[in-house]
């Protein structure tokens, strides 16, 4: 297993669990106490992670890793949820896309859509989410329109109200929400009180909203509520999702598309 593959594991465990112990979690994983050891230090020193006596904990009760530890997770289940995405948007349409790690996904299949090679322009994204503009500021065919305000480390978002004074000025066919969690009965949520703010606006602005998660996220509560799930035109997950949980969206008015 490679460093980056190993810190991945890692940090997944840490997020389910909260503690790791090194001899156990050196037996989960099929390496050495020692290298597990000088991989808790490393992190340690990245404030990813609290060092312990024999172990670590995580930062926290809220833990959040930040979106470059994140994007191994699911990624063929986000990578299905992107394309069904990107499906549904249509050439010379304005798109909203918050962060995340399947929104990014989604800029990366509207980014090799043929019927979106050429156009003036064929597709117009406004987002707050630095690294989506920094993919597809190199396609000319695009208009990217980011908002101002302060980056998020975690997510790469700005937040705040720099970005509010763009989002209020502009008018959106449809936005594409990233989401920790989506429930019918509590919403859509993000972990920060910030991103959500920016995401509610975006959806505020917007024609339609379409939310995209895989499975994980659903039935799944978070502390900062974007919108209530009636805000919400399409829900687009992957086919791991139970079909109690999809059947209870549908009936909530949300039109459900299975990856």
Known sequence: MSRDARWQ???ELLVERGRLDVDETAAELEVSAATIRRDFDRLAGQQMLVRTRGGAVAHGVSYELPLRYKTA???SEKQRVAQAVADLLAPGEAVGLTGGTTTTE??????????????????????????IAGELAVRPQF????????A???????VGPLADGVLE???LDVAVLGVVAFDVAHGAAAHDEAEAAINRLLCE????VIVAADSSKLGRRAFARIC??????????????APETVRRFEEAGLRVVVA
């Open 9 to 11: 594991a890692l940090l």
């Open 205 to 208: 602005r917007a024609e339609r």
């Open 169 to 171: 000025q502009i008018t």
């Open 73 to 75: 997770r699911r990624a």
């Open 143 to 150: 208009k990217i329109v980011v908002t101002g305000g302060v």
């Open 106 to 131: 989604v800029a990366r299949a509207l980014a090799v859509r043929g019927d979106l090679a050429s156009g003036s322009p064929a597709l117009t994204v406004v987002t707050n989410a630095l690294n």
């Open 152 to 158: 998020r480390a975690q997510s790469y978002e700005l």
């Open 228 to 241: 209530p799930a009636e805000s919400v035109d399409i829900l687009v997950t992957d086919s791991a999702a």
